[in-house]
């Protein structure tokens, strides 16, 4: 079972803690990780029984299952940019007033009307779970839907497979099992897709590899790999660099950038200051501020799953990719003991000053520059 099966089959419960418990293992939610029960764990000088490390995992490689559902692109969360950036700002524990701030968004009254709406929408959400879960009892006759991959580039009519279906379409095109080659890809979208999905458990997730190692594998599946591979890449499947030299499973590729944020994550300062987003190809920077400089992981996920609100700089960052990019603190907020004094003004009037040394804006920038009343 893949781990996006593993994780939507999970119960609600389940899904909050991010992990299931089973007979001998707890398993990770998110990315199948296994941790045997009777087993010791170390950790930085701890040890820790299975349930305990287990939770350290998610802490450790995941963030948070909030991170996790967070990152996930808005047709699963039915979350727009906007809600999306709201929600992460929101579990940072910042105030309405701070999240105006940090946002530009109309006043106080307009974020707490923000807030009002997600909770309409978290109220709308129990209500559909709870009959949903109703007719899951009531309806003996449900049909059992495969779930499409995460990574899918449009989910349309293709994906609707029952689980039976997805049995009978496999023994039909593998007639010496899975494990054996494929009769022909000459075969419906929704064929495809089915076969593909199969396809992929023979790659390992949080693996590069070359194209003659991809070929490799594909090869002992069908004589053209070679379509194998455009297909796995047009479906959502597969991923790989713009001259072909490396391949992975997207939702390889996923864990390995969440782990890689992560550890940057855990490894900056909970202080407040101006940064820098440079583009190294153009040379266009946006500039910022935050009152806790951890947050800037979270605007690099934004980038990463396509959701960052200034659409010119996510435009470029999918045009040139993250490594064009580069994330830079150009000034901490000098620590002040002084309970009168404003924290927020102090920096933003920190920001001004980098705005106006460095002029980001047009051909220099992605800020937009504000109108002087």
Not at 118 to 140: A, G, I, P, T, Y
Not at 252 to 274: H, I, P, S
Request: glycine share 6%; proline share 2%; net charge neutral.
């Amino acid at each position: 079972m893949k781990n996006s099966d593993l994780f939507w089959n999970a119960s609600l419960e389940e899904m909050k803690c991010g992990f299931k418990e089973e007979e001998e293992y707890y398993t990770c939610l998110l990315c199948g990780e296994k941790v045997e029960k009777g087993i010791i764990y170390p950790n930085d000088g701890i040890l820790y029984e299975a349930s305990k490390y287990i939770r350290i995992h998610i802490n450790r490689v995941h963030q948070s299952v909030f991170d996790y559902l967070i990152a996930m692109d808005k047709k699963i969360t039915g979350l727009t940019d906007h809600q999306n950036t709201l929600l992460r700002l929101f579990y940072e524990g910042k105030n309405d007033k701070e999240v105006q701030k940090e946002t530009g968004i109309g006043s106080a009254s307009t974020i707490r009307n923000h807030r009002f709406a997600l909770k309409e929408k978290e109220r709308q959400s129990k209500s559909f779970l709870v009959m949903m879960e109703l007719l899951k009892e009531n309806d003996k006759k449900a049909t059992n839907f495969v779930i499409p991959h995460q990574t899918a580039t449009m989910v349309d009519d293709r994906y609707v497979v029952t689980e039976k279906e997805s049995a009978d379409i496999l023994k039909k095109f593998f007639p010496e099992g899975t494990d054996g080659p494929l009769k022909t890809f000459s075969m419906k979208q929704k064929h495809k897709l089915v076969v593909l999905r199969e396809i992929t458990k023979k790659i390992e997730s949080k693996r590069i590899y070359t194209e003659k190692e991809l070929n490799q594998i594909l090869a002992t599946v069908y004589d053209d790999y070679v379509i194998l591979r455009r297909y796995l890449i047009e479906y959502g499947f597969l991923d790989r660099k713009s001259d072909g030299s490396e391949y992975w499973l997207k939702e390889g590729e996923e864990m390995l950038n969440r782990k890689e944020a992560v550890q940057t994550y855990m490894d900056t300062k909970m202080e407040a200051g101006v940064y820098q987003i440079k583009n190294n190809q153009n040379q266009k920077v946006f500039i910022g501020s935050s009152m806790n400089l951890k947050s800037m992981n979270g605007k690099q996920f934004q980038l990463d799953m396509g959701s960052y609100p200034i659409k010119k700089l996510q435009s470029d960052y999918k045009k040139y990719g993250k490594d064009a990019f580069s994330f830079e603190v150009l000034e901490l907020l000098e620590h002040k003991e002084d309970e009168h004094l404003d924290k927020w003004d102090v920096l933003k009037k920190l920001e001004e000053k980098w705005l106006s040394e460095l002029q980001p804006y047009g051909d220099k920038g992605y800020n937009t520059k504000k109108s002087r009343k």
